[in-house]
């Protein structure tokens, strides 16, 4: 869980957000803040608010959890503030509608992904006496409104911009396209503008966001992924642009080109595979075999021979047999990635996966994760080793989590890197010998 912190001032109404669940939430959460407008300054304590939101999400049932956890203890500061609205957005939100105000009976407002652009109309019905209020449909001809540039903290380094929201591709364990809808892409002036803006704010590096970015622009024939990274990288001052998710299939010669081509892009790719076994992703509708993938791995590292790569994997989807399972590892082995995200095979809602018979038993998805994580741990000390003694120029974006008297920040193969100096180098690129390598992260001393 993250609270999202922006510039405080002298406002009468305080807003306290919690966000659970991946990038495009965090962002969600900034947007959230821009459309309430000045009516709302942040807090960091809820038992100070007067509007709680809480941004949800449903990839896996764990978070799912933490939410009636948290919503549940929010429930003694309405008991003892009648005023206070509190109201829960995102993906569980649009996922269970007014189920949620049924079993969380002291909440005002329902509201998903589409629905937080409706905040100050939604929040003006409950003070009115109309609440509580739930908005989850999802509309076919859903545009992404223009909500103005997000004013970022002071000494922000990176910052997400949202290129298209949704998804098309139903893969069967994946609840994105119910929760989210269909794919949208943002215009691209509004994303050029926002960037921009960012960029003059002192953000050095943008991260654009999206579910499936290698579609964006497709459905109305305009500009290409290649063509908006182009546009993008060419802002000034920019000094790094990442972007992030890819689907295997979708991700064409124009967009490995720009590996080559764009000296700004970071040479860094997260390209989920999920599973290593062409049967099994015909199961999951992932639209690519084993091959497709290596193919566009090796068409990557042609084009690019410093990229590195990170993925996504699920342990235990429902049939994956030892074999299967096998062929993952041989895969991660094959590949060589930084780093994984992997995780055990979820059910999740509305999905054909779940309906699936063949479920693999708990303990066995276990036992294979706890493989899977051990493997990767070794590959990636093996690769961070071979950093040992060299030298990298990393992106300075604060503190180090582990020793606030270091600095941390990342290469453009985004390796995180922990090393000691002043904070005045903050967002700035500096030259860094690698002394030490760990499994997530290496340590080193300024040049």
């Known amino acids: 869980m993250k609270a999202m912190i922006a510039k405080t001032d002298i406002r009468r109404k305080r807003l306290y957000i919690a966000t659970f669940g991946c990038q495009m939430n965090e962002y969600d959460s900034i947007k959230m803040i821009q459309v309430l407008g000045s009516e709302y300054s942040i807090t960091k304590d809820p038992r100070n608010a007067d509007l709680i939101l809480v941004n949800t999400c449903s990839i896996r049932e764990k978070a799912e959890h933490k939410l009636y956890s948290l919503v549940g203890r929010f429930k003694e500061f309405k008991l003892k503030n009648p005023e206070l609205i509190i109201g829960v957005g995102g993906c569980v939100a649009q996922q269970e509608g007014e189920r949620l105000l049924k079993s969380l009976p002291h909440i005002d407002l329902v509201f998903g992904p589409q629905g937080l652009y409706r905040l100050p109309e939604m929040i003006g019905a409950v003070k009115a006496g109309a609440g509580p209020v739930c908005a989850t449909e999802l509309s076919g001809d859903f545009a992404i409104p223009f909500t103005g540039v997000p004013v970022l903290g002071e000494g922000a380094v990176r910052a997400f911009v949202t290129i298209m929201q949704g998804c098309d591709n139903f893969c069967t364990y994946c609840i994105v396209p119910y929760v989210r809808g269909r794919e949208v892409s943002r215009p691209v002036g509004d994303i050029f503008t926002e960037a921009k803006a960012l960029v003059e704010q002192g953000v050095k590096e943008i991260i654009l966001l999206g579910q499936n970015v290698n579609s964006y622009g497709k459905k109305n024939g305009g500009l290409g992924f290649a063509g908006l990274l182009k546009q993008v990288a060419k802002i000034p001052g920019l000094l790094r642009l990442r972007f992030t998710t890819s689907h295997p299939r979708d991700l064409g010669d124009d967009v490995a080109e720009c590996f080559r081509d764009i000296p700004n892009l970071c040479k860094h790719l997260h390209l989920p595979v999920q599973s290593g076994s062409t049967r099994i992703l015909k199961r999951m509708n992932r639209r690519y075999t084993r091959e497709d993938y290596l193919d566009r791995i090796k068409t990557l590292r042609d084009m690019c021979p410093s990229i590195t790569f990170t993925t996504d994997i699920i342990a235990g989807f ?89 600095l941390a920040g990342r290469t453009t193969g985004n390796h995180v890197v922990n090393f000691p100096g002043p904070m005045s180098l903050i967002g700035q690129l500096v030259n860094v010998r690698i002394t030490k390598a760990l499994c997530h992260c290496l340590c080193g001393e300024l040049v």
């Open 318 to 406: 429902p049939g994956e047999t030892d074999e299967d399972f096998e062929e993952t590892m041989s895969l991660l082995k094959e590949v060589g990635y930084e780093q994984i995200f992997a995780f055990k095979y979820s059910p999740r809602p509305f999905t054909k996966a779940a309906e699936f018979e063949d479920q693999v038993p708990e303990d066995v998805k276990a036992g294979r994760l706890k493989a899977i994580l051990e493997l990767q741990n070794e590959i990636s000390l093996g690769r961070h080793e071979q950093l040992c003694g060299r030298e990298v120029e990393v992106l300075v974006e604060g503190q180090s989590k582990t020793d606030q008297a270091w």
